[in-house]
């Protein structure tokens, strides 16, 4: 975990191999709060960002780079810290992400 930019960090760096996405997370420092990039596997949200002094309960957009489990698995953990959260992924990868997510909203 590290600040990349001001207002921009790397929550989660994988390496080659590992089963596992990278995961951002920008302060757009406005009412949009946090924006993240991914949501990785098994990844403790709260834990990483209690590092940099951010609260995951901000956290009001997060990106879907596509629809791989390993992109999406941490959807669950986001809807219970924040049940208004919303999601954006690729118009091609709408499908397979929302089946998966289905999983967690039943």
């Known amino acids: 975990m590290r600040q990349s930019l001001k207002d921009?960090?790397?929550?989660?760096?994988c390496k080659i191999g590992e089963p596992t996405s990278n995961i951002y997370l920008l302060?757009?420092?406005s009412e949009?709060?946090?924006v993240l990039v991914d949501t990785g596997l098994n990844f403790n949200f709260k834990n990483a960002m209690s590092r940099f002094g951010c609260n995951p309960n901000e956290i009001k957009h997060c990106l879907l780079t596509h629809g791989h489990f390993d992109h999406v698995d941490g959807c669950k953990e986001l809807i219970d810290i924040n049940p208004n959260i919303r999601f954006y992924t690729?118009?091609?990868d709408a499908e397979n992400t929302e089946s998966i997510m289905?999983?967690?909203?039943h």
């Open 8 to 13: 921009l960090y790397i929550l989660k760096e």
């Open 102 to 105: 289905a999983q967690y909203l």
């Open 32 to 34: 949009d709060g946090l």
């Open 27 to 29: 302060n757009t420092c």
């Open 90 to 92: 690729h118009i091609n």
